[in-house]
């Protein structure tokens, strides 16, 4: 069942190499199908899961590697489903987006599916060497959306994410070698795996698990491996932040959940320290997002800020915290591409991305405003909005765990209350009269927009069937610890 | 005339190499007096002022060291007494050793003075036309003037220390005129090559003064060929013969000389034709007494001369330009009076020395207009050298006695300084927090109004997101100018440093002495 979701897209981009490249058109509408088929089969999946259970559903298994144990095993649990809807949703809001380009469509699109198999394969994998060999190549449409199509720094933005990444990953292995050589038995599957991981001792966790926060911190990313963010995120072609923002900065903080099921003592052990750079990067991304007058890298702060929260969901180690930090990365996998949607859009329509750009933008393009300002306002997490919820659950959980040092999450929102603000303050100009201009949001667009807003609207305001779902894994993965 | 007379002119007249000092001085006020001429001119009409001034100086000298021969021809002629040296005073003193200002005119010092004033003399009233609207007319004149102040301190000194310093002077005015066109590369390197190979002469000559002071107890030319103690003499014998050598450029120290030929061909005329090259020739004539005691080195002289000559003319039979050919004819010839010497016969070599001055200098100075009075080119060299081919070659090569003294002193004093230079600015200048060049630091970002906010909070927020996004730009790896990029540069910088400094034998060898220190 997941091997046909991660086929689909696979073989759209098959599909697509076939076509000739002059014909954009035709490659915009085979990929807008095969990732609306996607999206469609894994909202068939959300129907046939039984949110009840905490175990992994629609588990398949086939022998890759005997000799090392490794299988291909995949299988879903309530962290990974919302993860592969989100993935399979954003990616249809790329598609969606990118109909105005007309030139390097066909590799674009190729890379785009690509990358779309190797993420829903990160997030259903059920074997570390899979989750790995999917984890790297995530990295190789990356680098060549970013190198070929990328912005006027691409190469640069190219290398140094790959180098970031690459430099995480190595560790990344070498943890997992670790942990495959420390615990009995002959696999790579993450369920046997993590049995025999608990019962080692707690420095070879720790050592262990040290390994695999550096892989994942680069993807998240954590304060001081984010040395990639801004340029990435700013170079990547126009739409690609929403996959790179939206749905790849959660495969960091879903490694670190399945990393801490497998190794609760050192998880235990580092989570103070883990909430201690939690609240740095929030604070730092907070303040150095406020600090832009790039749209792009105001959002790619602010996103950096928003899983420094996650983050601090995951370190409180409790049931609430743990189900904060899921929603917190849906919410903001759906606010961050909301954000970069838009921000793209207008930097297609005004030439750029600067804060002085977007003067009286609600004059012009009244659509385009309405959509940001919602963005924004979600962003700051606004009651009635998803972030909110994410937000109060981790505040509960935090609070839980260090009293009213958790207040400091305050300050996050206080931060990015700021500088949305402002922002909003410039849609809203009216220091110069403007006339309204032709060039609103298509109708592609606009779709893509309010199913964004819709479902962040809706999460906020009927949380109910999501915390359902997440609820039962978060209960469980919170027994190991106690907290 | 009554002695009393005489001897307060001679007093007078012995402060004459000051003379062209006073009037380098001169020039230099007039030139830094003045703005920088605008046309031509008013160019032309400065330079007669800077001319006149150094002929006025040098004829003077020149006047006052013919009265003084005047007087002692007619002290010989009237048999009244002359003193052959005057003390002005004290020059300095410094605990027990006293350095007296003490000039010496005898048969010696007198007839060579005369030579050297003349010299100067017509060499700068040739200079007059001949450097006419050059760039650093002036420069030219100031820089012979204290030339000239050199080589009669030289001459006229009664002690090494005079002589010393007008040996410096000399030699750093040589190094001002080989770089006379400092614009041009080559002017600049044979003159730090010549300066540096003069500075082992000087060294010498260094070695010498301090055995004198400590040993002899004194520095007086008499007092030092008075001392017999055979080990004594021998080596301050040997730093003075070592100086000698090199300002005469005698094998195997003459490869200066032949970098020398850079400057402006006056100066050739009067360094190397007719003065300077002379001053080791002089020097040692000078030490007649002291060098007397020491056989073997006058053997040693006898061989150097001969060699020195022997080269020196296959070198010049092989030259094609008038400059080269003369000034190794005029080496050859130095090295037949280094060898008199070493026979004995210093008289002999005086006489030479001061007929060849005055010839040589003739024609230095006809040389540049030799192939309109001559009319035809260089001959070619005799036909039984040019018939061995490897004795034309290593004539030609100059017997590769330059690329031996580039390996041999110009590349390890070159880097040795390199050494010292790198780390003084590595190490010592960033801790005494020298000025150095600005550093590659991204600049802080600039103040920008549609961030700034107003209020405390917001000026603290602005300050704090300053600082946050000067290290989130440390923390991209740029493909250019990057803080790690520097550092993995600067590591590899340090380390190849490293590699390169163990591998040159005296740091390997102090590496070595330092672990038997630390073992014993």
């Known amino acids: ?483 | 005339m009554s002695t009393e007379l005489l001897h307060a002119v001679l007093h007078t007249a012995s402060v004459l190499p000051l003379i062209p000092l006073v009037a380098a001085a001169g020039i230099a006020v007039q030139q830094l007096g003045s703005q920088p001429a605008t046309s031509l001119a008013e160019a032309d009409h400065r330079e007669p002022a800077a001319a006149r001034i150094a002929l006025g100086a040098t004829a003077l000298v020149l006047i006052l060291i013919l009265l003084i021969d005047a007087a002692a021809i007619g002290s010989l002629i009237f048999g009244y007494h002359l003193p052959s040296s005057i003390l002005l005073g004290t020059f300095f003193s410094s605990g027990d050793h006293v350095i007296p200002y003490v000039l010496t005119f005898d048969s010696l010092s007198l007839p060579v003075g005369t030579i050297v004033a003349f010299v100067a003399l017509i060499t700068l009233r040739f200079s007059r036309q001949y450097l006419h609207r050059e760039a650093g007319f002036q420069r030219f004149f100031m820089v012979v003037c204290i030339f000239l102040s050199g080589m009669l301190f030289v001459v006229f000194s009664g002690n090494a220390v005079l002589a010393f310093i007008g040996w410096e002077l000399a030699g750093v005015s040589s190094y001002l005129l080989i770089g006379f066109a400092y614009e041009r590369h080559t002017a600049t390197r044979n003159a730090q090559f010549a300066f540096v190979t003069n500075r082992i002469g000087d060294a010498g000559f260094m070695v010498a003064i301090a055995i004198s002071l400590i040993y002899i107890g004194g520095v007086g030319w008499h007092e030092i060929g008075q001392h017999h103690e055979a080990l004594i003499s021998r080596l301050a014998a040997l730093g003075f013969v070592t100086a000698a050598l090199v300002k005469s450029a005698q094998w195997p120290f003459g490869a200066w000389i032949g970098r020398a030929l850079e400057g402006p061909t006056p100066s050739s005329a009067i360094f190397y034709g007719a003065v300077m090259v002379h001053a080791g020739i002089f020097l040692l004539i000078r030490l007649e007494p002291l060098l007397l005691q020491v056989p073997d080195l006058m053997i040693l002289l006898i061989f150097i001369g001969l060699v020195t000559a022997v080269l020196s003319w296959l070198t010049a039979l092989t030259q094609t330009d008038i400059k080269s050919a003369l000034l190794f004819a005029t080496l050859s010839q130095t090295g037949l009076m280094l060898a008199a010497c070493g026979f004995g016969f210093f008289r002999l070599a005086l006489a030479h020395l001061c007929a060849h001055m005055l010839w040589r200098a003739y024609q230095f100075l006809r040389a540049p207009a030799i192939l309109a009075l001559s009319g035809r080119p260089a001959p070619p060299p005799a036909a039984w050298l040019s018939s061995r081919a490897w004795l034309h070659t290593a004539a030609l090569q100059r017997f590769w006695i330059d690329s031996l003294s580039q390996i041999a002193v110009m590349r390890p004093f070159s880097q040795l300084a390199r050494d010292a230079r790198s780390l003084e600015e590595r190490f010592i200048a960033s801790i005494s927090g020298a000025p150095q060049a600005p550093a590659l630091i991204p600049s802080p970002a600039p103040l920008d109004p549609l961030i700034q906010s107003p209020g405390t909070v917001g000026r603290l927020l602005y300050a704090l997101s300053n600082h946050l996004l000067a290290l989130e730009s440390r923390l991209a790896l740029q493909g250019g100018d990057t803080q790690a990029r520097r550092i993995f540069l600067l590591a590899g910088d340090y380390f190849r440093q490293a590699e390169n400094l163990i591998e040159h034998p005296r740091y390997l060898i102090i590496l070595v002495m330092l672990t038997f220190v630390v073992i014993l």
Request: hydrophobic share 55%; charged share 10%.
């Open chain 1, 1 to 483: 069942m997941l091997s046909l979701l991660l086929s689909i897209p696979l073989l759209g981009a098959l599909l697509i190499a076939a076509v000739p490249g002059r014909r954009a058109g035709l490659i915009q509408s085979v990929a807008l199908v095969v990732t609306v088929c996607a999206l469609a089969y894994s909202l068939f999946l959300l129907t046939r899961f039984d949110a009840n259970s905490a175990g992994i559903q629609f588990f398949e298994s086939y022998t890759w590697n005997p000799r090392l144990g490794a299988r291909f095993s995949f299988g879903v649990d309530a962290f990974s489903l919302p993860l592969l809807l989100l993935t399979t949703l954003l990616t249809v809001v790329v598609v969606l987006a990118s109909c105005r380009k007309k030139e390097g469509m066909r590799l674009y699109f190729c890379l785009l599916l690509i990358l779309e198999s190797a993420i829903l394969g990160v997030f259903s994998a059920r074997d570390w060497s899979l989750f790995y060999v999917f984890w790297e190549l995530t990295l190789i449409p990356l680098f060549f959306l970013i190198d070929r199509l990328g912005g006027l720094q691409r190469q640069r933005a190219a290398l140094n994410f790959v180098l970031y990444t690459l430099g995480g990953s190595v560790f990344m292995l070498i943890a997992l070698l670790f942990m495959y050589d420390a615990a009995p038995g002959n696999g790579f599957d993450m369920g046997a795996m993590a049995e025999a991981a608990r019962t080692l001792s707690r420095d070879k966790q720790l050592a262990i698990f040290f390994g695999l926060l550096i892989g994942f911190g680069v993807k998240m990313p954590i304060f001081l491996l984010h040395g990639w963010l801004r340029l990435a995120y700013t170079e990547a072609p126009i739409f690609i932040p929403i996959i790179l923002s939206g749905v790849m900065a959660k495969m960091g903080a879903y490694g670190l959940l399945r990393a801490s099921a497998a190794l609760p003592d050192a998880m235990a052990a580092v989570s103070g320290g883990l909430a201690v750079f939690a609240v740095i990067g929030m604070l730092y991304g907070g303040v150095l997002a406020w600090r832009q007058r790039d749209l792009k890298a105001m959002v790619a702060y602010s996103s950096m800020s928003h899983m420094g929260v996650a983050l601090l969901g995951i370190a409180t180690l409790n049931a609430a915290g743990f189900s904060g930090a899921v929603i917190q990365m849906v919410s903001h996998g759906l606010v961050a591409g909301l954000l970069f949607l838009i921000v793209g859009l207008i930097q297609e329509r005004q030439g750029g991305r600067d804060l002085l750009d977007i003067d009286g933008l609600g004059q012009r393009r009244p659509r385009l405003m309405i959509f940001f300002v919602l963005a924004l306002l979600a962003s700051v997490g606004l009651p009635g909005t998803a972030g909110f919820i994410a937000e109060l659950h981790i505040l509960i959980g935090g609070f839980a765990r260090w009293g009213f040092l958790a207040m400091v999450i305050g300050l996050s929102v206080l931060l990015s209350a700021a500088y949305a603000l402002r922002t909003i303050s410039h849609l809203m100009s009216t220091k110069n009269q403007y006339a309204l201009a032709s060039d609103d949001m298509a109708r592609g667009e606009l779709l893509a927009a309010s199913v964004l807003v819709a479902i962040v609207i809706g999460i906020g305001t009927l949380p109910g069937p999501l915390l359902a779902l997440v609820h039962v894994s978060a209960a469980q993965l919170a027994q190991r610890f106690g907290y």
